[in-house]
């Protein structure tokens, strides 16, 4: 495929997990319906991280966000098989405000070995810190009014700004699916991206795969198009 990959990028942070998220995985509840993917570029990258995850019957209903009682998390960027890998941010925003701020957390630029440190202080900031291959602080940006307890993820590039949220996006497709880590994976949740839009996407969702640790997600009754709709109405 001439899209695939520039390259394999590993973003990686070190923190310690909150007790009762592998019990909180196994118990969410799975997407109905569950969502097709194309190809088996992701369900061999995830097999050959050691995941138990059939790509198309073990998705999660997982499309917004909020923290642990720690206030911070863990987000690693593991892979970008895209085209547009060189130009796809990947970030969050406050899932419950109908135009939301996008708030950057990986830069399309990112190279191997960087990672990104994530803190929701109890000031209500959200504090990023970016570090290079070898560890060395690239930049440290404090964002005001991130909602830690309601976010989603969005990607962003030159094939058009998704959401996690399924009723944002277009004809309101997904746009990203999410699985529970299996094994020494536990507690943890996987996202996985596509970034093209309907019409011209593969739906291969292996554009841009993060790890997540220290997050829980909430239920997406709570993120239905209705309810997306009503927020334009306030």
Not at 97 to 106: C, G, K, S, Y
Not at 174 to 182: I, R, W
Request: charged share 10%; with cysteine.
């Amino acid at each position: 495929m001439n899209r695939r990959a520039k390259g394999i990028y590993v973003v990686s942070a070190a923190m310690l997990l909150v007790a009762g998220m592998c019990a909180a995985a196994s118990a969410f509840s799975l997407r109905v319906p569950q969502v097709v993917v194309q190809g088996g570029s992701l369900q061999g990258y995830l097999n050959s991280q050691g995941e138990s995850i059939n790509v198309n019957t073990d998705q999660v209903d997982a499309q917004v966000w909020s923290t642990t009682a720690s206030g911070n998390s863990v987000f690693t960027l593991m892979i970008e098989y895209a085209g547009y890998a060189n130009s796809n941010n990947v970030g969050v925003y406050n899932s419950d405000e109908a135009a939301p701020t996008l708030f950057q957390i990986f830069p399309g630029s990112a190279s191997p070995g960087w990672h990104a440190l994530i803190s929701f202080p109890s000031s209500g900031f959200l504090i990023v810190t970016l570090f290079d291959e070898n560890s060395n602080v690239i930049t440290q940006t404090s964002y005001p009014g991130v909602h830690r307890n309601s976010f989603g993820f969005y990607l962003q590039g030159p094939g058009g700004l998704f959401y996690s949220q399924d009723g944002r996006n277009a004809g309101a497709k997904a746009q990203m699916v999410t699985y529970a880590g299996t094994g020494l994976n536990s507690g943890d949740w996987w996202l996985c991206f596509e970034d093209l839009a309907p019409g011209v996407t593969d739906d291969d969702f292996e554009d841009a795969v993060l790890v997540l640790e220290s997050v829980n997600p909430v239920k997406t009754a709570q993120t239905t198009l209705g309810q997306l709709k009503a927020l334009y109405r306030r």
